[in-house]
T-cell receptor, first 115, second 116 residues
Framework: DTEVTQTPKHLVMGMTNKKSLKCEQH?????MYWYKQKAKKPPELMFV???????INESVPSRFSPECPNSSLLNLHLHALQPEDSALYLC??????????????FGSGTRLTVV | AQKVTQAQTEISVVEKEDVTLDCVYE???????LFWYKQPPSGELVFLIR????DEQNEISGRYSWNFQKSTSSFNFTITASQVVDSAVYFC?????????????WGAGTKLIIKP
């Protein structure tokens, strides 16, 4: 299995809703990432987990809450989002955080719309 | 500061033409890695190539080729005999060492349109 699987593929949520994005990989990778990508822009790093521990938080608002229950799974919990949070949310994984060894494997993303 | 510049916002060519996507980078690191990713309309970022700063050999993979020139800090990507399926946004990226970890500095991307 050489894939990163993200669910759901599309999500529409209201500003008062609570929802979660899910990311799963079975490649034995120990680093997992959340990226946010607005239209016509490159991805922006949000969070990095290394060996199931939060390693990097790029000053992301607390309405985004990441969770790494085990080495294969990464969640992003969403609460009280704003319309400007609408974007493509990409999950990625790599063997470790050292990119010199391998590149990332990206999932196909969750397209989120906040109404 | 480290930076990646993809000056071509959008390129449109007719199928079977050759096309080159430019990437210019800035870094003070002596050891660094450069990447190209493809993002089709479906959204997934597809890894194309990783090149380290000590390997200046050009690489060819089928219709794809990459020209790494350290003297001009460029890592250009050429598609030969383009096909409609090559239509996508292509990102060039540079690895940055920060606190012993490595992150990617992304270019703005080049949207490639291949017309039938």
């Amino acid at each position: 299995d050489t894939e990163v699987t993200q669910t759901p593929k599309h999500l529409v949520m209201g500003m008062t809703n609570k929802k979660s994005l899910k990311c799963e990989q079975h490649m034995g990778h120990r680093a997992m990432y959340w990226y946010k990508q607005k239209a016509k822009k490159p991805p922006e790093l949000m969070f990095v987990y290394s060996y199931e521990k939060l390693s990097i938080n790029e000053s992301v608002p607390s309405r985004f809450s990441p969770e790494c229950p085990n080495s294969s799974l990464l969640n992003l919990h969403l609460h009280a989002l704003q319309p400007e949070d609408s974007a493509l949310y990409l999950c990625a994984s790599s063997q470790t955080m050292d990119l010199q060894l391998v590149g990332y494997t990206f999932g196909s993303g969750t397209r989120l719309t906040v109404v | 500061a480290q930076k990646v510049t993809q000056a071509q916002t959008e390129i449109s060519v007719v199928e079977k033409e050759d096309v080159t996507l430019d990437c210019v980078y800035e870094t003070r690191d002596t050891t660094y890695y450069l990447f190209w990713y493809k993002q089709p309309p479906s959204g997934e970022l597809v890894f194309l190539i990783r090149r380290n700063s000590f390997d200046e050999q050009n690489e060819i993979s089928g219709r794809y080729s990459w020209n790494f020139q350290k003297s001009t800090s460029s890592f250009n990507f050429t598609i030969t005999a383009s096909q409609v399926v090559d239509s996508a946004v292509y990102f060039c990226a540079l690895s940055e060492a920060r606190d012993s970890n490595y992150q990617l500095i992304w270019g703005a991307g080049t949207k490639l349109i291949i017309k039938p």
